[in-house]
């Protein structure tokens, strides 16, 4: 079954530092990723996906992401965060199959704290 | 740039209590979703909903759940008979299509069944 694992469930970093956050999937075909952002109140944001083609993808809010298939990962990075980044992060993968519809399925989510 | 409602923000219920969470998805999509996040764990899919009929549901949409969509805009999620477990935010989702298709989310409903 497909599943996707966020190692990481709170980090904290400096404003100003560089984040990388951690999402490993199991599937068995060419995944359809995606990272989405929960901010307090908010819905889910979608900051990046990644279909095919290149496997550095870029996003907004100066996020991007590297699908790695060796390593059945898909890390979402920015070199310098702000303090308007705090959110919940979730990754998640799309479950596809012929004729039927694309459930997301999440991660447990990665909780993001910037210290000043 | 079009968005997806939710209303309300916040429901409480009494256990028991029939609910109705609503959504307004975007006005050119073709497939609607419901997830729900019970506080502290992960976003789950409840429901994909197609062509005026459901294309495929969880184990957690039993009978207690439906879904709707009464006219050409709105789509809802009725609980029947709300259980004190069913506390979730709630979302809804839409996007215009299969595959390479991104599903937009709403704010969410936030239920709470006392």
């Known amino acids: 079954a497909q599943s996707v694992t966020q190692p990481d469930i709170h980090i904290t970093v400096s404003e100003g530092a560089s984040l990388e956050l951690r999402c490993n999937y199991s599937y068995g075909a060419t995944p359809y990723l995606f990272w989405y952002v929960q901010s307090p109140g908010q819905g889910l944001q979608l900051l990046l996906k990644?279909?095919?083609?290149?496997?550095l993808v870029q996003g907004i809010k100066g996020f991007e992401a590297e699908f790695k298939r060796s390593q059945s990962s898909f890390n979402l990075r920015k070199p310098s965060v702000h303090w308007s980044d705090a959110a919940e992060y979730f990754c998640a993968v799309v479950k596809v199959y012929g004729g039927a519809t694309n459930k997301l399925i999440f991660g447990t989510g990665t909780l993001l704290a910037v210290q000043p | 740039e079009p968005e997806v409602t939710q209303t309300p923000s916040h429901q409480v219920t009494q256990m028991g209590q029939e609910v109705i969470l609503r959504c307004v998805p975007i006005s050119n999509h073709l497939y609607f979703y419901w997830y729900r996040q019970i506080l502290g764990q992960k976003v789950e899919f409840l429901v994909s909903?197609?062509?005026?009929?459901?294309?495929?549901k969880s184990e957690i949409f039993d009978d207690q759940f439906s879904v709707e969509r009464p006219d050409g805009s709105n789509f809802t999620l009725k609980i029947r008979s709300t259980k004190l477990e069913d506390s979730a935010m709630y979302f809804c989702?839409?996007?215009?299509?299969?595959?390479?298709?991104?599903?937009?989310f709403g704010a969410g409903t936030r239920l709470s069944v006392l």
């Open positions: 909903f197609y062509n005026n009929e459901i294309s495929e």
């Open positions: 989702a839409s996007s215009p299509g299969e595959g390479k298709n991104i599903q937009y």
């Open positions: 990644y279909f095919s083609g290149d496997t």
